[in-house]
């Protein structure tokens, strides 16, 4: 099974400011990889798949990036909205998720 | 519009089945699969099984002895079933949709709150 490893666990910043969240897969998961945000008490919802696509009405502050074991979301101007959880997902190899990251703000 | 809803008991006696039902709507099981998942209380979330579009079934391993899922197409649902409970599947269990394999999870269920009491 492929594992993903998530870091960091959580995250403080300022608004305006700029995040990045890194995961690492145990293999090379070609590009399958997807980021979700989930708010508290809600459901987690699609940010992010095939690791830099742009889930539809996502806004443009959140991008993604990488390519073989190495994927990163990064969100431009934190905006309160933004205070999440957010988990990273491989989907190359039926499903695997990352531990999360809890953002909060500073 | 896509819709995606759980349903089933809150409350779940140990060494019992848990049995949920995913109610669709805006799209059709036979173009789309549906994913369950879990998470437990704080924690991250868990795969659990998959009823591909056209009816075939897979399971995460960790689970497989226990679990089961079926659907009814013509009442747009799908149905969780999982024996021999333990406390720590007391979870928050969703559904989701899917296109198809090495495709994301698109469309989420609000949840189903599980609590397994011993």
């Known amino acids: 099974d492929i594992q993903m490893t998530q870091s960091p666990a959580s995250l403080s910043a300022s608004l305006g400011e700029t995040v990045t969240i890194e995961c690492r897969a145990s293999?090379?998961?070609?590009?399958?990889l997807a980021w979700y945000q989930q708010k508290p008490g809600k459901s987690p919802q699609l940010l992010i798949y095939n690791a830099n696509s742009l889930h539809t009405g996502v806004p443009s502050r959140f991008s993604g990036s990488g390519s073989g074991t190495q994927y990163s979301l990064k969100i431009n101007s934190l905006q309160s909205e933004d205070v999440a959880s957010y988990f990273c997902q491989q989907y190359y190899d039926y499903y695997t998720f990352g531990a999360g990251t809890k953002l909060e703000l500073k | 519009q896509v819709q995606l809803k759980e349903s089933g008991p809150v409350l779940v006696q140990a060494s019992e089945t848990l049995s949920l039902t995913c109610t669709v709507s805006?799209?059709?099981?036979?173009?789309?699969?549906v994913i369950w998942v879990r998470q437990p209380p704080g924690k991250g979330l868990e795969w659990m099984g998959i009823?591909?579009?056209?009816?075939?079934?897979d399971y995460n391993s960790a689970l497989k002895s226990r679990l089961s899922i079926n659907r009814d197409t013509s009442k747009s649902q799908v149905f969780l079933k999982m024996n021999s409970l333990q406390t720590d599947d007391t979870a928050i269990y969703y559904c989701?949709?899917?296109?198809?394999?090495?495709?994301?999870?698109?469309?989420w269920g609000q949840g189903a709150s599980v609590t397994v009491s011993s």
């Open positions: 805006g799209f059709s099981l036979t173009n789309y699969g």
């Open positions: 009823i591909w579009r056209n009816g075939n079934t």
């Open positions: 989701t949709r899917n296109y198809g394999p090495k495709s994301v999870m698109d469309a």
């Open positions: 293999e090379d998961i070609y590009n399958g």
